[in-house]
């Protein structure tokens, strides 16, 4: 975490501007974050495996950009030199680590519920517990995170006005972040209105799971789908 730490500092000297220009810059800021909240919550609330999951996250995004370097352009676009950019960008990690922490406690709890030892969790009830349990425990940080992500879709609609002129455009970039925000409000809509019956453990675990697909498919998709073509987000990988 402090050499991921010290790497970003090192950058930002380097390059003379915040290293969140390209996808490649924002998945160090990530993997930073993601090990950050893993270690916090191994130390303040002893979860082990929380910390050892978030940290094979983040080395996994870090070979991505070991396998797939990038360029790094001291200079910025137009739009970019914005002062709403850099905290957009780092509001907007900051609760995709968040979230993606909430998807470590569903698939464990997924993990635990399927393929666990049956002699440990035989019973119903005893699953319903796991299931139960692990859904508490996110929901704090779901809490800070779905926070952190209106914060950041306020601020990027900020962004769009003085960069472009207009709050929102429908860009495929500003489309998927809004099903992004709208998948985990109904995620947190449902937690808090749905029973805390086994099936409704299930159907919410594996949609927090699924939530975590929809992220990724909006950090990625306007440089990887055909979207691309059409989005004003699009600078670098």
């Keep these: 975490m402090n050499l991921l730490l010290l790497i970003i500092i090192f ?3 380097k390059v003379e501007r915040p290293p ?3 996808l490649g810059e ?3 800021w990530y993997a930073f974050f993601l090990s950050s909240i893993g270690l916090i919550l191994d130390k303040s609330l002893s979860m082990r495996w929380c910390s050892n999951y978030s940290i094979c ?3 996994i995004f870090l070979f991505i950009d070991f396998i797939k370097p990038y360029t790094f352009d001291k200079e910025l676009a137009p739009a970019l030199q914005s002062i709403w950019f ?8 900051l609760s995709y680590a968040l979230l993606a922490a909430t998807s470590l406690f569903a698939f464990r709890a997924l993990f635990l519920f399927y393929f666990k030892n049956n ?3 035989a019973k119903s009830d005893d699953q319903n517990t796991i299931l139960n349990n692990l859904i508490n425990e996110a929901r704090p940080i779901l809490s800070l995170g779905l926070a952190l992500l209106t914060l950041g879709l306020i601020f990027g609609a900020i962004w769009a006005k003085t960069a ?3 709050y929102w455009t429908w860009d495929p970039e500003e489309t998927w972040a809004l099903l992004t925000w709208l998948t985990y409000v109904i995620y947190y809509h449902l937690d808090f209105s749905s029973p805390t019956t086994s099936t409704s453990n299930k159907v919410k675990t594996f949609y927090l799971a699924f939530n975590f697909v929809i992220l990724l498919i909006c950090w990625f998709d306007v440089n990887y789908l055909p979207t691309a ?3 004003v987000h699009t600078y670098s990988n």
């Design 11 to 13: 950058l930002w000297i």
């Design 20 to 22: 969140i220009k390209t």
């Design 26 to 28: 924002t998945r160090l």
């Design 57 to 59: 996250m983040s080395i």
């Design 86 to 93: 850099i905290p957009h960008v780092i509001v907007y990690i």
């Design 119 to 121: 002699n440990i969790i």
């Design 164 to 166: 472009w002129g207009h």
């Design 229 to 231: 073509q059409f989005s």
